[in-house]
């Protein structure tokens, strides 16, 4: 892995407001550690100058290398380039939009070095958000909590420190539909957090409307529990208790002479509940189904136009088959 020390991974996605106060800020910080390091920037599909900018980064530094996708992947595919790319002892993992302070970083350091394998970063407060995301946040978070085969802290992004070994055991696990911060807790391992305020994006729009925010959930769900598909039996079996006392009582009121159950507008209400009962029980084992069909396939997690700044590609990229011709058979 060479003598680089610590590994910093940022992805970026039209972040070139943002490009050169991280630089600045982590330039500072990693001056005081005072051992070896590299900053590894991935360039997710960018519209803006955001290519560009890195490479004026890493020409004036060369202990900055980007990496550059053919196309926009996703954060969490940009996030797990930058940690096959990453030769560090130690591999933090911070956003380009500055929300989560380079500072942070000498804190998780510190906890390394007490012998902590894994160091995440607790968001005790959240600046400049609307109600809505904090609540639909804390909701996040403390659903997954609950339902979920593994234990992920509350309130944690992606921003953390990760050991060598760490790294190399999230490296082996390649699933398309990614939940990092998850995937950190199921390898398990010595894990400790350190408390932050996240502040405002330094310049930008967020990249996560409720759109992505709704599909990121479903993917942190859907890989780590099976409750969703619990959920369907259960509604299934209380479903059918229900339609036990709806038939007792139909046949009760029938014998009484009553009308309470006369006409076709009960029918029609009972068949529309049922059938979207059966909708949303489709629905779920789809989500389930959809993600068998994307592993299956066994495309590679991201393709890769150009990296720079690298002595060697990591283990994990794709290389090119022998051209040479096959021997004669005797």
């Not at 560009?52 to 926009?72: G, T, W």
């Not at 997954?144 to 050991?163: H, S």
């Not at 509940?273 to 066994?298: A, H, K, M, N, T």
Request: aromatic share 12%; charged share 25%; hydrophobic share 45%.
């Amino acid at each position: 892995m060479g003598d680089i020390r610590y590994s910093i991974v940022a992805p970026c996605w039209n972040e070139e407001g943002n490009l050169p106060e991280l630089y600045r800020r982590i330039t500072e910080v990693m001056e005081q550690t005072a051992e070896p390091w590299e900053l590894v920037l991935i360039n997710d599909g960018s519209r803006d100058r955001t290519p560009e900018i890195m490479r004026q980064i890493h020409e004036a530094d060369p202990r900055v290398h980007f990496i550059d996708f053919a196309r926009n992947f996703g954060h969490q595919l940009a996030v797990t380039a930058g940690m096959d790319y990453a030769q560090g002892d130690a591999v933090i993992l911070i956003d380009s939009d500055l929300q989560d302070p380079p500072e942070l970083i000498l804190e998780m350091i510190q906890k390394w070095k007490e012998g902590y394998k894994v160091v995440f970063a607790v968001r005790k407060e959240r600046k400049g958000e609307t109600w809505f995301k904090l609540f639909t946040a804390k909701l996040f978070y403390r659903i997954i909590y609950r339902i979920t085969d593994v234990d992920i802290p509350l309130d944690t992004g992606d921003f953390r420190l990760m050991d060598r070994q760490v790294v190399e055991q999230m490296k082996a696990m390649k699933e398309h539909h990614r939940f990092i911060r998850g995937m950190t807790s199921w390898v398990g391992f010595k894990q400790t957090g350190v408390y932050y305020v996240r502040d405002e994006r330094f310049a930008g729009e967020t990249k996560y409307p409720l759109r992505k925010m709704v599909r990121f959930a479903i993917t942190a769900i859907t890989g780590f529990s099976i409750f969703p598909l619990q959920l369907a039996t259960f509604m299934g079996f209380a479903i059918a208790g229900l339609s036990v006392l709806f038939i007792i009582g139909a046949i009760i009121a029938r014998l009484s002479g009553g009308q309470a159950f006369a006409g076709q507008a009960t029918t029609l209400v009972m068949v529309l509940f049922l059938g979207s009962i059966q909708l949303i029980s489709l629905g779920i084992i789809g989500e389930y189904l959809g993600r068998i069909y994307d592993e299956v396939r066994g495309r590679p997690l991201y393709v890769v136009n150009e990296a720079v700044g690298f002595d060697k590609p990591p283990l994990t990229e794709a290389v090119e088959p022998d051209s040479r011709p096959l021997p004669l058979e005797q």
